[in-house]
């Protein structure tokens, strides 16, 4: 049971040492740990623990900042279920430079791990700025940096979450979602043997409801519910990597 109190700290006592210098670095509050009794402070009592990415310090006070999207908060939640952790990517609305910054910093100290992800809720809902500079005609190209946060740090069977309006089949409003970042994402879930979900699509465009994901000793799941009978079946497991 995860019980609803948290501390914030500067850095964590949890973190190894590699996390501590690559965020004092930066010089912001970078963890949130969910606490359960208050004698317990590891992850394993605790059961989540919350690692926050970004904004950088070294933005927080720049005064001429005038797009506040680019310094949202990105954090990844490791939550512990039946000895499995199932990580989960927040994007917030950050766009792609943002997401390049956090994969160099992460990369340079050698923490990949702290990018890896069974779920990502996508940022500013399934904006192709988030994917790269150029829309594309049908399909967004990632830079880089965000390429491989999508492609390579998905585990098998991550779940990939658009919470927006559901995908346009048009151009008609430049606002997202963006059917060309919806284009890539699909792809990309597809050859990781994942599932791209969009909110206001789920279970169907006429009739949206809730989406539920169920973190369990089969890491992620969605939840998926049959109103013919009493039972809610729950479906679609994201298995370790390597599975």
Same mark, same amino acid.
């Given at each position: ?8 700290y500067s850095y ?5 040492? %590699? ?9 912001t ?7 359960g009794?208050p ?31 680019t ?21 917030s609305d ?5 997401l ?5 910093v992460?990369?340079?100290?050698g923490?990949?791990?702290?990018l890896?992800?069974d779920?990502f809720?996508?940022?500013h809902?399934c ?11 049908e ?11 999508f492609?390579t740090?998905s ?6 979450v658009?919470s927006s ?13 963006h059917?060309?970042?919806a284009?890539?994402h ?8 994942g599932?791209?979900?969009?909110t206001?699509?789920h279970p169907?465009?006429? %009739?949206p ?7 369990g000793g089969?890491?992620?799941k969605i939840?998926?519910r ?6 809610s079946v ?10």
């Amino acid at each position: 049971m995860v019980y609803c109190c948290t501390a914030v700290y500067s850095y964590s006592q949890a973190l190894g040492p %590699a996390d501590r210098l690559a965020w004092q670095k930066v010089g912001t509050v970078h963890t949130v740990q969910c606490y359960g009794p208050p004698w317990v402070g590891t992850q394993e009592a605790q059961g989540v623990e919350f690692f926050v990415h970004s904004p950088f310090g070294s933005r927080l006070d720049d005064g001429t900042l005038v797009d506040r999207n680019t310094d949202s908060i990105v954090v990844q939640a490791s939550f512990l279920a039946d000895g499995k952790v199932t990580k989960v990517i927040l994007g917030s609305d950050v766009d792609h430079c943002a997401l390049s910054e956090i994969v160099k910093v992460t990369k340079y100290h050698g923490r990949e791990d702290r990018l890896e992800w069974d779920v990502f809720k996508l940022p500013h809902h399934c904006s192709y700025l988030s994917l790269g500079p150029d829309k594309g005609k049908e399909k967004t190209e990632p830079v880089e940096e965000v390429k491989w946060l999508f492609e390579t740090q998905s585990q098998t069977g991550g779940i990939v979450v658009s919470s927006s309006k559901p995908i346009p089949s048009n151009d008609d409003d430049n606002m997202p979602p963006h059917r060309q970042a919806a284009n890539y994402h699909k792809d990309a879930a597809k050859g990781r043997s994942g599932e791209f979900i969009v909110t206001m699509e789920h279970p169907k465009e006429s %009739a949206p409801e809730p989406l539920e994901i169920e973190i369990g000793g089969s890491k992620a799941k969605i939840k998926k519910r049959y109103w013919g009978g009493a039972i809610s079946v729950v479906s679609h497991a994201a298995p370790r990597a390597g599975a």
